[in-house]
């Protein structure tokens, strides 16, 4: 089985970089190749101008925040905080300065002389990452680091990743299956589906212009359809038709924040009949679930105090040329 | 009130067995024979009254004809004998170990029962096996000879040499069965870790991989060393009286040498080096184990 087939990234310094994908896409083993922990059959990596290929990952400059933590369970904390620069071999006293301005950074301070297994997930997460950090590699890699913690403790350390990375000036390439998490953390990111890159971009890009079916499935979006033809200044799918002058592309994408909905049935370019089937009231915004042609369509709209549409109404959708992308793949 | 005499009933009931079990079968043993030890010796060696400590002045080499070092020189050899053949046994166990470890899970079962099914026979019956293979003539005697560690028509055995090869074989499942239910639920992603964290492959070893498997080679050294220690059948056919350990001495006490108290004598300086032996691996194991549950 391949894992990873034709993958080609340049990742730039000093960058916060996101692998997305589902699980069993390859993003992890993108990021055990990076640290070598695992050897590429074929194809190269470097780092600045070094060239990786047969380094083990002892000799590379790149750390590791393990899913999992790895703590050693054997060391306390200090102990784990200061291991990779006592494989170094630093001196003693220099070891026990850094980790104490580590800790320091990384908020641990009061957990120095605990054992692993006396520490919560949060905490255990922390000191991985001092761990890591201490050694102030050319590349930090974190694998699914905030998976294990729950959803609360999961943004307040999202927020403090970003914080350490821009502080550090460190590259971070961090692998993650939650899109959310992708967008709110990264610079730019790359989207991974069964070994192949699907898209790289910042996190805009990949959200408002998928470039493959997937993408656009895997960022959330829900309207997504097949153009069936294609006229000059039109495209008919099966919610109807859209006029306009659209690039080339197989499927049409329409975000559901970006369309609006209104009582009127004005007739109009790109005003989309619609019979509302589902209304989700979610709090800040609405979700509603529609007919339109031959197809059912989504609808996010805000909150802002309007009076809310009911099943069973007929309502017009209002599509505007910002809410719709084509994906050339 | 009632709720009381119930639970207490119940702790009878529950523990009972194992207390009568313990004191019928060790503490009343074990203080018969120190009691033994305690008196002097008959003229056809059992023991008599009066209370005396010739039996640990004679174990010590004080006897008739003065002072010999015989019996210390059995005892040094029982510790050397039993720590040069524990140490063996580690050094080829682990590997052994980790290999089955890291076969595909349906292979090791066979491998495990390999390791095991020789110790389903007698030890006397392995012992003579060892002797046929190291009689005098047979390819592995003339191998030896030819490369020049044993004369010609002479046997491997008796030997110390024999003797270890003995205890090796028969001790060999006591140490790979542990350690490799210590490698099985080895966590590779702190072997990995180490990797990452600028650890040679063999710093990974000792800060990843030892820590985690101590558990399983202390239990081993334990179920290992103690019997070992101990050993009677091995050296009794393998090895000649130069290679006798403690074990045939107590052993020689109770039949043809005929002299009670010194066999017991002997048998209480065995458990008390056992002890001693424990004690010291148990502070080992509190000190370097990194999991609190021990075997100890």
Excluded at chain 2, 222 to 242: I, K, Q, S, T, Y
């Amino acid at each position: 089985m391949t894992a990873l087939d034709g993958v080609d990234l340049e990742i730039k310094a000093g960058e916060f970089f996101t692998l997305l994908g589902p699980s069993g896409c390859g993003k992890t083993t993108l990021l055990r190749i990076i640290a070598g922990l695992e050897q590429p059959d074929s194809g190269s990596i470097a780092i600045g101008r070094r060239v990786l290929d047969g380094v083990p990952a002892h000799q590379r400059s790149v750390n590791t925040v393990f899913q999992s933590y790895a703590l050693f369970p054997n060391r306390n904390v200090r102990d784990n905080i200061g291991f990779g620069l006592q494989m170094q071999r630093v001196k003693r006293q220099r070891i026990q300065q850094r980790v104490e301005a580590m800790a320091e950074i990384t908020k641990v301070h009061d957990l120095l002389d605990r054992n692993p297994d006396q520490l919560s997930g949060g905490q255990k997460q922390r000191v991985a990452l001092a761990r890591a950090l201490i050694n102030e590699p050319d590349v930090l890699l974190l694998d699914e680091p905030l998976s294990a913690l729950d959803a609360g403790l999961r943004g307040q350390l999202q927020v403090e990743l970003q914080r350490l990375q821009r502080q550090l000036g460190m590259t971070f390439v961090f692998v993650t299956h939650d899109q959310q998490e992708a967008m709110v953390m990264s610079h730019r990111m790359a989207v991974l589906h069964e070994g192949r890159l699907q898209q790289v971009g910042s996190p805009q890009v990949i959200y408002e212009q998928p470039a493959t079916l997937f993408v656009a499935r895997f960022m959330g979006h829900q309207n997504v359809f097949e153009i069936q033809q294609r006229g000059a200044e039109e495209i008919v799918t099966e919610f109807g038709c859209l006029k306009g002058l659209f690039p080339a592309g197989s499927h049409v994408l329409l975000r559901e924040e970006a369309l609006s909905l209104t009582h009127s049935d004005v007739a109009g370019p790109n005003r989309l009949p619609a019979r509302v089937e589902e209304c989700l009231y979610r709090g800040g915004s609405t979700e509603y679930r529609l007919f339109c042609g031959n197809a059912r369509l989504t609808v996010r709209s805000h909150n802002l105090g309007q009076t809310l549409f009911t099943a069973g109404q007929d309502v017009t959708i209002d599509v505007a040329p910002e809410a719709v992308a084509i994906l050339p793949g | 009130m009632r709720q009381v005499v119930k639970q207490s009933g119940q702790l009878v009931a529950i523990i009972g067995p194992g207390v009568l079990w313990i004191i019928f079968f060790l503490v009343l043993p074990s203080l018969y024979l120190m009691s033994i030890a305690f008196l002097s010796n008959d003229p056809y060696g059992l023991p008599q009254l009066p209370l005396s400590l010739q039996s640990f002045r004679e174990l010590a080499g004080f006897g008739i004809l003065g002072w010999s070092p015989g019996n210390l020189f059995t005892l040094g050899r029982s510790l050397w004998q039993a720590t040069f053949s524990t140490v063996l046994v580690i050094l080829i166990s682990y590997p052994i170990a980790y290999y089955i470890a890291t076969r595909p899970v349906h292979l090791r079962p066979l491998m495990l029962v390999l390791i095991v099914v020789p110790s389903w026979t007698n030890q006397v019956i392995r012992a003579v096996g060892w002797m046929n293979l190291f009689a005098p003539g047979t390819p592995l005697a003339n191998f030896s000879a030819m490369l020049g560690f044993t004369t010609p028509q002479m046997g491997l055995f008796p030997s110390q040499f024999a003797v270890v090869v003995g205890m090796v074989y028969n001790f060999l499942p006591f140490m790979v069965l542990p350690l490799y239910a210590a490698f099985e639920r080895l966590d590779r992603a702190q072997v990995e870790a180490a990797r990452d964290l600028f650890a040679t492959p063999t710093r990974a070893f000792f800060h990843a991989v030892l820590p985690q498997t101590l558990p399983g080679l202390l239990a081993g050294t334990v179920l290992v060393a103690v019997p070992a220690f101990g050993m009677f059948v091995v050296p009794e056919l393998l090895g000649g009286g130069r290679s006798s350990m403690i074990g045939n001495l107590v052993a020689r006490q109770f039949a043809d040498g005929a002299n009670w108290p010194l066999g017991a004598a002997g048998a209480l300086l065995m458990i008390l080096a056992t002890l001693f032996g424990l004690y010291v691996l148990r502070r080992a194991a509190r000190r370097l184990s990194s999991e609190r549950e021990m075997l100890l």
